[in-house]
């Protein structure tokens, strides 16, 4: 399929309704009342027409039909979302906006937050979708409501919340590679004040990929995740909700990679054995990544007088121990171990309107503390000689002050003012390289991000905009300068100009924007000898234009198709000194520095969009129901110096139910990447290896829904 193919799904969609050509988010939630779409975007519920910046809203149904099971995959129903795999780490790239730096305290630049509470882990946020409300994608800066890390934009994943009503949801799949997935989900009222939930989820599988060497199975799957819930309903005007949370994740699938075209400094080795096929591998150990933990949270929410005044109180507490074969060959280089230790506290009050006069408003208090500790070891050569990398530990404390006011200056025109006042202080300290102690002063860093917007209704139910706003990603020091005095790099920054127009009729929503973002002093972490050695340096501005078209239509009950087109030109503007790889005669690459101005943006397509469409055929009182969806992808590059990249692809999902009478009894057989696409889920290159991880072949499988 060509970006060509995608454009024309993409117009059947537009023209299938007259008088409006485009929509957005038909897949949210919506009141129950209207029919509308309601998002939270905003830090309060609002509907999507209304909030002046480009929001991709998606139900938790609307994810499990379209095939998506996970983080990694939900770019194929965002268009302008790559949610990147890089080794251990996820990192999203939202617009051309993306990180690479992997270093304790670090996080990504596109904020992930779940039910409220921010997740800065990056080992932790491969998000398995189980028991999701919806999900929102806020593209472009968030600097004002959800400020530090959300350069990019932000994730914002609800799951599902306690009922007074009797509700249970049990699922159980079976699917090729020896998939077995069963999740459930239970809630009901203990009394007519209290309302209690509990989910589960347990996956495992043997693994996609065959080592050449010893033809076992890499790749393989295991995890166990629990989520429980408590609801308070103290009086009409107050309620407490309390959460806690457990994972234990063992996945080595994004280390059991292989070199891309054979690239890896061992390939001319005596008895080396290169994996050239997709979904081979040729290691000489299996390797671990083992993630544990969850946290807890506690949200109180008074609401009186027209002003709702709320507090989130959470802790998250992640080990983590992974183990690769960095030369992803058979021949034993270079080993490492790591492991990691996290704790994060995060507080935040809000204080909000709740009247419906011509003035709203919403501000509040962020606090946040995060300790994270790394011991790094190498272990080199056929006697496995160990080495000592790194034993650091960072702390970062952050508050932020934040504010925002709407005021309606005539029935149809809005203006929109908010500004965030943010406090980083970061702290570093340990060894590196071995023995080389590691102390420099702590950095405090400040930063101003404001929002600016004009709403304006163009026609009932449709509103036109342009917006403002700012974002920044926090300072951060890396770990592999021998120097007991190593500065921190700077905060990176954006300033985004958008203009779009939103709204809905009945049966269609639609939206359309542009956008420009200057985005300068970007975070950029580049390997060295090993993809255990880097460098972390503000580097590099770039200039991001851009173009997005969303559409959805339900002509009929039963029927709806929605699509959406993403264009990206992304480039970075000046980038003298860039750290480039080229492959050495031999295998593996030589560093050397560039003068990458002017290439593309890493990790962010030209052209993506997706199609997707479910059908429901009545049969007497039950029904069949019939769900796809397609996404396509322009070349994706991965180093700045636009050598390594993937070519063109797409994907295809697509399933087909039996529901029985009353919803409660479903069987359901589904397939995903149906085309067996070759596609790259991660690559890292540093100079040992062009280290490439492929996505899941086509797999298909069937399960079975009890709903009470």
Not at 157 to 168: D, Q, Y
Not at 256 to 276: F, I, K
Not at 370 to 380: A, E, N, V
Not at 610 to 615: E, I, M, P, Q, S
Request: no cysteine.
């Amino acid at each position: 399929m060509t970006k060509y193919a995608f454009a024309a799904g993409f117009a059947v969609v537009a023209i299938s309704s007259p008088g409006v050509s485009l929509a957005q988010g038909a897949n949210a939630e919506v009141d129950a009342q209207g029919g509308e779409i309601v998002v939270t975007a905003q830090r309060r519920e609002e509907k999507l027409r209304d909030v002046p910046i480009s929001v991709t809203a998606l139900s938790g149904k609307a994810i499990e039909q379209s095939g998506v099971s996970n983080g990694l995959s939900l770019g194929q129903i965002t268009p302008g979302l790559n949610f990147q795999g890089n080794g251990s780490t996820i990192q999203p790239a939202i617009r051309g906006v993306t990180s690479t730096g992997s270093n304790p305290g670090d996080a990504a630049n596109v904020a992930i937050y779940v039910d409220g509470v921010y997740q800065p882990v990056q080992f932790s946020n491969f998000l398995e979708l189980v028991d999701i409300q919806s999900i929102e994608v806020l593209k472009g800066p968030q600097g004002t409501l959800f400020g530090r890390n959300a350069t990019g934009g932000a994730i914002t994943v609800a799951t599902r919340k306690p009922s007074f009503n009797t509700t249970a949801t049990v699922k159980l799949s079976y699917a090729r590679y020896n998939e077995v997935n069963a999740q459930a989900f239970v809630s009901g009222g203990l009394s007519d004040k209290v309302a209690v939930s509990l989910a589960a989820n347990y996956r495992t599988d043997d693994g996609f990929r065959r080592d050449l060497i010893t033809n076992a199975k890499l790749a393989k799957t295991q995890i166990f995740s629990t989520r429980g819930k408590a609801l308070f309903q103290i009086s009409d005007d107050f309620s407490a909700l309390f959460s806690a949370d457990y994972t234990d994740s063992k996945d080595n699938t994004t280390f059991a990679g292989q070199p891309l075209a054979g690239n890896t400094a061992t390939a001319s080795s005596p008895g080396v054995v290169l994996a050239t096929r997709p979904n081979t591998a040729a290691l000489n150990l299996v390797p671990v990544l083992n993630v544990e933990g969850g946290g807890g949270s506690m949200r109180l929410e008074w609401a009186k007088s027209g002003v709702t005044v709320s507090s989130l109180t959470a802790y998250r507490h992640y080990t983590s121990l992974q183990q690769p074969d960095s030369d992803v060959s058979n021949i034993p280089l270079s080993l490492s171990r790591l492991d990691y230790k996290t704790d994060t506290w995060s507080q935040e009050f809000n204080l909000a309107s709740a009247g419906d006069g011509p003035l709203s408003w919403i501000g509040g208090l962020f606090l946040f503390d995060d300790k994270q500790k790394l011991i790094l070891q190498s272990f080199t050569g056929a006697a496995s000689t160990r080495v000592l990398l790194n034993d650091v530990k960072t702390h970062t404390e952050s508050a932020a002050l934040f504010g925002e006011i709407n005021y309606a200056v005539t029935d149809r025109l809005t203006l929109i003012g908010g500004l965030r006042y943010s406090i980083d202080r970061i702290d570093y300290v340990g060894a590196n390289n071995g023995a080389v102690p590691v102390s420099p002063p702590a950095k405090t860093f400040r930063s101003l991000t404001p929002r600016a917007s004009i709403r304006y209704e163009l026609a009932p139910r449709t509103n036109v905009y342009f917006t403002y706003s700012k974002g920044y990603k926090a300072g951060v020091f890396g770990t592999s300068t021998p120097s007991p005095t190593i500065p921190p790099v700077n905060p990176e920054k954006i300033d985004a100009y958008e203009m779009g127009i939103k709204g809905d009729a009945g049966i269609l929503s639609y939206s359309a924007a542009a956008y420009r973002y200057d985005y300068k002093d970007l975070q950029f972490q580049a390997f060295g000898a090993t993809s255990l050695q880097s460098v972390l340096q503000n580097a590099a501005t770039a200039r991001i234009n851009g173009a997005e078209l969303n559409a959805s239509i339900t002509p009929f009950s039963g029927f709806s198709i929605s699509g959406g087109l993403s264009y990206v030109d992304a480039k970075y503007s000046k980038f003298v000194g860039a750290q480039a790889f080229i492959p050495r005669a031999g295998g593996g690459n030589d560093s050397l520095k560039i003068d990458a101005s002017g290439n593309r943006v890493i990790r962010t397509p030209e052209w993506s969009g997706n199609v997707g469409a479910t059908l429901e055929v009545p049969i007497g009182d039950s029904k069949l129901r019939f769900s796809g969806n397609a996404f396509f992808s322009g070349t994706v590059y991965y180093d700045v110096s636009n050598r390594t990249r993937q070519k063109p692809y797409d994907v295809i999902n697509a399933s087909a139910a039996f529901v029985l009478p009353g919803d409660q009894l479903e069987l359901e057989v589904f397939g995903t990447n149906l085309t067996d696409s070759k596609y790259f889920t991660s690559l890292l290159v540093s100079g040992l290896a062009d280290n490439v991880n492929f996505a899941r072949p086509a797999t298909y499988g069937a399960r079975l829904t009890y709903r009470y």
